[in-house]
């Protein structure tokens, strides 16, 4: 009932680690889920590892189907970012975009990439939880 009155605000609800923990299929069912963060477990696999890869397309798939957003956590790498492309995975979250950084300095590159601010410099890094980026 609450997460149903936040979504009225306008608010979006994002399930975070999925396939993981207390993350399951029972609450893209259950709750009324915008997005998916798949967890990075499903990334760090071997892409020769046929299943492994299978099961991060199938996640993919069912949330799209599902008319969720997808995004996937912990890409390091350009390999990754390709392998997402090539599983048609819109958004991805990690270090390979960007390290964590400060609410005001992540504004600012979300404005400069917009093209609505001019380019300023970042401030110094610190964790932050919401980095999450369109897969280019």
Same mark, same amino acid.
């Given at each position: 009932?609450?997460? #149903?009155?936040?979504?009225?605000?306008?608010?979006?609800?994002? %399930?975070?680690?999925?396939?993981?923990?207390?993350?399951?299929?029972?609450?893209?069912?259950?709750?009324?889920?915008?997005?998916?963060?798949?967890?990075?477990?499903?990334?760090?696999?071997?892409?020769?590892?046929?299943?492994?890869?299978? %099961?991060?397309?199938?996640?993919? &798939? %069912?949330?799209?189907?599902?008319? #969720?957003?997808?995004?996937?956590?912990?890409?390091?790498?350009?390999?990754?970012?390709?392998?997402?492309?090539? %599983?048609?995975?819109?958004?991805?979250?990690?270090?390979?975009?960007?390290? !964590?950084? !400060?609410?005001?300095?992540?504004?600012?590159?979300?404005?400069?990439?917009?093209?609505?601010?001019?380019?300023?410099?970042?401030?110094?890094?610190?964790?932050?939880?919401?980095? &999450?980026?369109?897969?280019?």
């Amino acid at each position: 009932r609450v997460i #149903k009155e936040l979504k009225t605000l306008g608010v979006q609800v994002l %399930l975070d680690d999925f396939g993981t923990g207390y993350s399951s299929l029972g609450h893209l069912h259950r709750f009324p889920v915008d997005t998916v963060k798949i967890d990075r477990s499903f990334l760090t696999t071997d892409p020769s590892d046929v299943a492994g890869s299978n %099961l991060l397309s199938a996640v993919i &798939a %069912l949330a799209q189907n599902l008319d #969720k957003g997808v995004i996937v956590e912990g890409i390091e790498t350009s390999e990754q970012v390709e392998r997402l492309r090539a %599983l048609d995975c819109p958004h991805g979250q990690g270090f390979y975009f960007s390290k !964590p950084v !400060p609410v005001d300095a992540a504004t600012a590159l979300i404005e400069l990439m917009n093209g609505t601010r001019p380019a300023v410099p970042v401030p110094a890094a610190r964790p932050l939880q919401h980095d &999450a980026v369109r897969v280019p």
